[in-house]
Nanobody
Framework: QVQLVESGGGLVQAGGSLRLTCVTSGSAIRGYAMAWFRQAPGKEREFVAT???????VYADSMKGRFTISRDDAKNTVILQGTSLKVEDTAIYYC?????????????????WGQGTQVTVSS
């Protein structure tokens, strides 16, 4: 059974930074795209970034420059780092595994999801 577990969320002050970790068990992430999405209260789930099996990273336009996604296949881990956080970054952040080595911005391209980790940015 494939399971993804996110951690690292919490309360952050505006202008601060975050580091979220996603650990996958039950399957190796090598060869799969891995992504981060987020969902703010009352809003639809939003794509943040994806990293392909090759290591190529793709970001939502609004996230470029502030978020960095990375992966460590040996540790079955994906990291999302964010800087210069804004109140609008408050959301539940979800990790997801792609159906193949290449993933895009659509949730349907990912077949396994974590339970999410809450990030709250205060002003």
């Amino acid at each position: 059974q494939v399971q993804l577990v996110e951690s690292g969320g919490g309360l952050v002050q505006a202008g601060g930074s975050l580091r979220l970790t996603c650990v996958t068990s039950g399957s190796a992430i090598r060869g799969y795209a891995m992504a981060w999405f987020r969902q703010a209260p009352g809003k639809e789930r939003e794509f943040v970034a994806t990293i392909w099996g090759s290591g190529t990273a793709v970001y939502a336009d609004s996230m470029k420059g502030r978020f960095t996604i990375s992966r460590d296949d040996a540790k079955n881990t994906v990291i999302l780092q964010g800087t210069s956080l804004k109140v609008e970054d408050t959301a539940i952040y979800y990790c997801a595994r792609g159906r193949s080595a290449i993933g895009g911005s659509e949730a349907r391209e990912y077949d396994y999801w974590g339970q999410g980790t809450q990030v709250t940015v205060s002003s």
